[in-house]
């Protein structure tokens, strides 16, 4: 086995990261040297609302790493809990105090009382393990923070794997409440797309449903808390898998699919496909590779294979989840080769043996892509250099035409001489 | 005898790339709501070694975050290998891992140089990293060197300084080198990695009978790197640590064109500048002291300075008495050359004040005012104004032009007052040499004659009143970063910090 990697994947904080910062009036204090301030700082500015970023640093320098640097970050808090007044601070504590033995539980209850806002601090050192795991404990780490109201009837779902970093996700999220609107279904709370009030009545909810698998950790500490029973649905790519996600939350909730409603999306769907038929003809069969998250990919994969006839000849897990192995024994798979949590090296060796027209990921995709003189189509954490400000969404059956959109430009508005034999 | 034709410098760039730079100036980066941390800096060194590779002794994050490059947010740095390191290496140590990770990347990249880059994590558990890179070293085809960000003490960037300095301990000074008897390396930046700035520069020093060992970093190679050795003297473009150790351990001299040094010796202002036509010759002639060719230097500067002033007096013609508004920092030599009537100064010390004496934000003033008065404007000073002062006071001395980056040129422009944004030039024409007072010239006109921009959108949304280039989420953020960051940071002065008129941030002035 390799030593060295060069990963598709981040650590620990910043999935914690992806989660904290989603709640919509939580300040994030990332606890360590500039340099992790500055790529959470960037990756939040590039990816996601550039006007709603809340990542501040606790100014942590080398001399605090003999001296101890809790006071700075108890100063940071302060500060952050003045200049914001947000409704949460959530300090992440990286690998140099992590390693130094910073108490940020113990400051935690030093600060309780004094600070507007609710403190929720977590270890997240780089060695601690990667992305999915600090997204999932974070949203585990809001379960004591919920409160549950036993005046008030239970409705609605949770959404849990929710990033709102993710490219198009505002878009994807509001056409997946289009969807369960349409079928009287309501969404309470999102984890995390909420505000921290919102986070908080999580608890109200009939059901916990988990995009991709996404947020498992946190639905079974639910589940033991407040006695949520949970489910997994497919990320709505596409037609089939859309149909599912309602299916499967109707079905968990016990209510009967209205059926006439996914008639008429069939036929808005009819006709997009009857507008651009034959391009649609024309990418049948197209050799395809895609690169993405657990709770995204195999469903992305699924969809290009299934129904735009694509033939998936890699499918690249960049970030794994619980769900990840449960998603690898399937009998019948959308995709020729499989990789998982690849080292980028072999990732890209894999890729030019694969000899693709088109692949479906991230920006640090682009320079592969470039290579290989295959089209691009951005859809994976993270996508810093596309940005989504149309509302148009990649999920759901609204998703079909866009996500159509952007795999034939991309092919179509390519200069052939660019591209050599 | 062109630099281009000897295979010095490399092409022009297409001017798209210019436009992706810009696309993220707003970003605040650079000291304004974050610091890049070391690892970006020893990142940027790597990356403009063409044939060389990082090797990031680190856990995951350390590696995938630093895809991202915050100096040049356009260019991603998309080879990042780590090793990988997990709790079991913070307790156990990580030395031998990093030992055959060494021999992996270069059995995997085939690099000419790794650069071993430590983390926080590696600098606190104490690997002896000098001890695995070279006993990995024998193991190699190629150059291993590590660099730990404690080799340069505060010459900042850290990181950049930190890896050439290594580079240059570790790889460059060596006792078997051919000299090139007679030639200078021209260095720029490594953020930059544009020499076609260099090229009249080079031109004239070749003129000169001076004969160009290397220009760095334009497609720089490992070689190239080591090559550095063989001249006699090292011009760089702002204070470097390597070049000093290269001229304590191999002679090579040394001569940095910007800073204070030789202001301070008689206070004179005309010493400030190494840019414009006075500035260029000067220090031309003090490179041609430096290497004993000051005969045949005084021709080579005479001809060419007699052509560009007819130049300019042509191309200037149009630009005579357009009063403009200019922030300290730019070089006032040069507007002189192109006969623009400088009517405003703008001083911002706000963010001066974290790496300068109030003594040293003073002096500036004063050398300044000075050198205006030397080269006969009048302007009006204004010191950290707000936006209503500086208004107020363009109205008043009428001016028609303000120097001012594009991230804020729309609140000038809905005033019905031209901007011209000077960091294009800055970034890829201004140095020492006789072209850039033409080039700024031509910005100058073209700015002038620009359609005037009545309605920009951007005026729909709220900026800050105190730092008019961020919304006032984004300045309450910064204000923060400040904050915590600074023990000299005032909330008091921040008004208005890297606000209109304001000087881009780079390199050179944090």
Redesign the interface.
């Known amino acids: 086995m390799s030593i060295i990697y060069d990963p598709l994947h981040d650590c620990k904080m910043v999935g914690a990261l992806r989660a904290m910062h989603g709640i919509s009036d939580c300040m994030v204090i990332i606890h360590g040297r500039n340099g992790c301030h500055c790529g959470a700082l960037l990756l939040q500015t590039l990816g996601s609302e550039q006007n709603s970023v809340r990542v501040l640093t606790s100014g942590l320098k080398a001399s605090d790493e003999v001296y101890s640097g809790e006071e700075r970050l108890a100063s940071a808090i302060r500060l952050a809990d003045q200049t914001f007044r947000p409704k949460a601070v959530s300090v992440l504590n990286c690998s140099a105090p992590v390693i130094m033995g910073e108490d940020v539980e113990g400051l935690e209850m030093l600060l309780e009382g004094e600070i507007g806002a609710e403190l929720i601090a977590m270890d997240v050192g780089g060695p601690e393990g990667p992305a999915w795991l600090g997204y999932e404990e974070a949203l585990s780490r809001l379960v004591p923070r919920m409160q549950a109201s036993e005046d008030e009837p239970r409705q609605g779902i949770n959404l849990l794997g929710f990033k709102a970093d993710d490219f198009c996700s505002r878009s994807d999220l509001s056409e997946m409440r289009r969807m369960l609107q349409d079928q009287n279904l309501s969404v309470n709370s999102i984890l995390c797309g909420s505000s921290y009030e919102e986070m908080q009545r999580a608890p109200q909810a009939e059901l916990n449903v988990l995009l991709g698998g996404d947020g498992l950790e946190c639905a079974k500490a639910m589940q033991e808390e407040f006695g949520t029973p949970y489910i997994s649905v497919p990320y709505p790519y596409g037609l089939k898998k859309s149909i599912k996600f309602i299916e499967l939350i109707a079905g968990a909730l016990e209510k009967e699919v209205d059926s006439q409603v996914l008639v008429r999306e069939k036929e808005r769907i009819k006709r997009t496909v009857e507008n651009a038929h034959m391009f649609i003809q024309g990418i049948y069969s197209t050799p395809v590779a895609v690169v993405g998250e657990s709770g995204r990919a195999f469903d992305l994969a699924e969809f290009l294979s299934d129904e735009l006839g694509m033939d998936v000849k890699l499918l690249a897990i960049s970030s794994c989840n619980f769900a990840t192995q449960e998603k690898i024994n399937t009998v019948d798979p959308h995709y020729q080769t499989l990789m998982i949590e690849p080292d980028r090296w072999e990732m890209n060796q894999a890729l030019k043996a694969a000899r693709v027209s088109l692949i479906f990921g991230s920006t640090f995709e682009k320079r592969i892509a470039s290579k290989l003189q295959a089209s691009l189509v951005r859809v994976s954490y993270p996508v810093l250099d596309h940005i989504s400000l149309s509302g148009l969404p990649f999920a759901g059956f609204s998703g079909i035409a866009p996500i159509c959109e952007s795999i034939i430009n991309s092919i179509l508005n390519r200069n052939k001489e660019e591209v050599s034999a | 005898m062109d630099p281009e034709e000897q295979d010095l410098v490399s092409r022009d760039e297409a001017p798209i790339l210019e436009t992706m730079r810009s696309i993220y100036s707003a970003?605040p980066?650079h000291h304004l709501?974050?610091?890049?941390?070391?690892?970006?800096g020893a990142m940027i060194v790597a990356n403009a070694i063409v044939d060389s590779l990082p090797?990031i002794h680190?856990?995951?994050?350390?590696?995938?975050?630093?895809?991202?490059n915050?100096f040049t947010?356009s260019s991603?740095f998309?080879?990042?290998?780590?090793?990988?390191?997990?709790?079991v290496?913070?307790v156990y140590g990580a030395e031998e891992?990093l030992g055959?990770?060494i021999v992996?990347?270069y059995e995997?990249?085939s690099p000419r140089l790794i650069i071993v880059i430590t983390?926080?994590?590696t600098d606190?558990?104490g690997d002896d990293i000098n001890a695995v890179v070279q006993k990995a070293k024998e193991k190699v085809g190629c150059g291993v060197i590590y660099s730990t960000g404690d080799f340069v003490g505060k010459s900042r960037p850290v990181g950049i300084q930190d890896s050439l300095y290594a580079l240059a301990d570790q790889m460059i000074c060596r006792e078997d080198v051919d000299r090139n008897e007679g030639s200078v390396n021209l260095i720029n930046s490594p953020t930059q990695r544009n020499a076609l700035k260099c090229r009249e520069m080079a031109s004239l020093l070749l003129q000169m009978g001076i004969k160009i060992n290397k220009i760095c970093f334009d497609q720089t190679t490992t070689r190239d790197m080591m090559d550095l050795a063989a001249a006699d003297l090292n011009i760089t473009g702002y204070r470097m640590s390597w070049a000093e150790l290269m001229k304590k351990k191999m002679n090579v001299e040394y001569c940095k064109i910007t800073g204070w040094d030789r202001y301070n010796k008689k206070k004179d202002p005309e010493m400030i500048s190494p840019y414009g036509i006075a500035g260029s010759c000067r220090v031309l002639e003090e490179i041609a002291r430096i290497m004993g060719r000051e005969g045949e230097a005084d021709s080579v500067i005479k001809k060419n300075r007699a052509a560009a002033e007819s130049r300019l007096e042509t191309l200037s013609r149009e630009l005579k008495g357009v009063r403009v508004a200019v922030p300290v920092g730019f070089s006032l030599n040069l507007l002189k050359d192109i006969g623009v009537d400088v009517a405003a100064l703008i001083y911002r010390t706000q963010t001066l004040t974290h790496g300068v004496t109030d003594r040293a934000i003073q002096e500036i003033e004063r050398a300044n005012l000075k050198l205006a008065e030397i080269y006969g404007f009048h302007p009006q000073l204004l010191v950290n104004p707000t936006p209503e002062e500086e208004l107020e006071t363009f109205r008043n001395r009428q001016i028609d032009l303000v120097m001012a980056p594009a991230k804020i040129a729309h609140f000038y422009n809905k005033e019905g007052i031209r901007t011209v944004d000077v960091n294009d030039f800055s970034q890829t024409k201004l140095n020492v040499g006789f072209l850039p007072s033409i080039d700024l010239c031509i910005v100058f006109r073209e700015a002038m004659g620009r359609v005037r921009v009545r309605s920009p959108l951007l005026d729909l949304m709220e900026f800050d009143s105190g730092i008019n280039n961020l919304?006032p989420?984004?300045a309450?953020?910064a204000?923060?970063?400040h904050?915590?960051?600074s023990r000299k940071f005032k909330q008091g002065s921040y008004y208005h910090f890297q606000g209109l008129a304001g000087v881009a941030l780079n390199e050179h002035n944090i």
């Open positions: 970003v980066m709501g974050a610091i890049h941390g070391k690892i970006a090797l680190g856990p995951v994050g350390c590696a995938f975050q630093r895809k991202l915050p947010l991603t998309y080879d990042s290998p780590c090793t990988n390191l997990n709790n290496d913070v891992k055959k990770a992996e990347a995997r990249y983390t926080c994590t606190l558990i919304s989420h984004w309450r953020v204000l923060s970063f904050h915590l960051r």
